[in-house]
C-alpha cells in the first residue's frame, strides 16, 4: 500500500491557468507538508498542515492555496499559473513528535 | 535562520572507494539532523537520523556541534548507492525540514 500518493504524476499546462494537485496519505498522520523542488533539485517546504489546520505558511504567493478537507488528504490548487511555476511539487506526512517525513512520488508540472 | 550547506553539488567515487557527503548547518538551538536519499526514480526517503545513532546501508553521520556538522560517510561505495542526497535540520519544535541543496553521488564501477 502507498502511504503518500499524489495525482497527477505530470502535470502540463500553459500560463494563466488554474490547476491542482493532489494528496493523500494512509499513514493516519496528523501534518502534512507541500515541498517544491525546483530545477536545481533544492527542495523548499511551502506549506505544512496539522489536523486540517495551516501552521506553516513559507512566504508563498497568493496564487498557492492549500486545501484540507480532511486529515488525510492535503491538496494544491495554484491560480493564474507562471512559468516560473515550473518544478516538481512533493507531498510529505509525518506523525505526532515525530520528525520523519514520509514523501509522496512528486508531481512535476510543466508551465508552457 | 535555519540553514543547511551541502557545499558538493556532485560527487563521484568507484565503487569500493570511501565516500563523505558534507553536510553544514546553522542553527541557534539544538537541531535534529537528516539525511534523505532519492534513488533513480524513487520517492524522497529517510536514510538516518541522528538522534539514532545508527547504520544503515553501511551509511554513518555524526554531529559535531563545534564544527555544526553532520558529514554523511561510507567506508565502501557500492555502485547501488548512486542517488541525490540531502541533508536536513528540524529545529526545536518546529515541523519543518528545511534542507540542503543536494547533492548527487554517483558510483563508479
Known amino acids: 500500500d502507498t502511504a503518500v500518493s499524489q495525482t497527477p504524476k505530470y502535470l502540463v499546462t500553459q500560463m494563466g491557468n488554474d490547476k491542482s494537485i493532489k494528496c493523500e496519505q494512509n499513514?493516519?498522520?496528523?501534518?502534512m507538508y507541500w515541498y517544491k523542488q525546483d530545477s536545481k533539485k533544492f527542495l523548499k517546504i511551502m506549506f505544512s498542515?496539522?489536523?486540517?489546520?495551516?501552521?506553516i505558511n513559507e512566504t508563498v504567493p497568493n496564487r498557492f492555496s492549500p486545501k484540507s478537507p480532511d486529515k488525510a488528504h492535503l491538496n494544491l490548487h495554484i491560480n493564474s499559473l507562471e512559468l516560473g511555476d515550473s518544478a516538481v511539487y512533493f507531498c510529505?506526512?509525518?506523525?505526532?513528535?515525530?520528525?520523519?517525513?514520509?514523501f509522496g512520488p512528486g508531481t512535476r508540472l510543466t508551465v508552457t | 535562520a535555519q540553514r543547511v550547506t551541502q557545499p558538493e553539488k556532485l560527487l563521484s567515487v568507484f565503487k569500493g572507494a570511501p565516500v563523505e557527503l558534507k553536510c553544514n548547518y546553522s542553527?541557534?538551538?539544538?537541531?535534529?539532523l537528516f539525511w534523505y536519499v532519492q534513488y533513480s526514480r524513487q520517492r524522497l526517503q529517510l536514510l538516518l537520523r541522528?538522534?539514532s545513532r545508527e547504520s544503515i546501508k553501511g551509511f554513518t553521520a555524526d554531529l559535531n556541534k563545534g564544527e555544526t556538522s553532520f558529514h554523511l560517510k561510507k567506508p565502501f561505495a557500492q555502485e547501488e548507492d548512486s542517488a541525490m542526497y540531502y541533508c536536513?535540520?528540524?529545529?526545536?519544535?518546529?515541523?519543518?525540514?528545511?534542507f540542503g541543496q543536494g547533492t548527487r553521488l554517483t558510483i563508479n564501477p
Open positions: 510529505a506526512a509525518s506523525g505526532p513528535g515525530s520528525y520523519e517525513q514520509y
Open positions: 499513514l493516519g498522520h496528523d501534518t
Open positions: 498542515y496539522n489536523n486540517k489546520e495551516l501552521i
Open positions: 542553527y541557534s538551538g539544538s537541531p535534529e
Open positions: 541522528h538522534i
Open positions: 536536513a535540520l528540524s529545529g526545536q519544535g518546529a515541523q519543518k525540514l528545511v
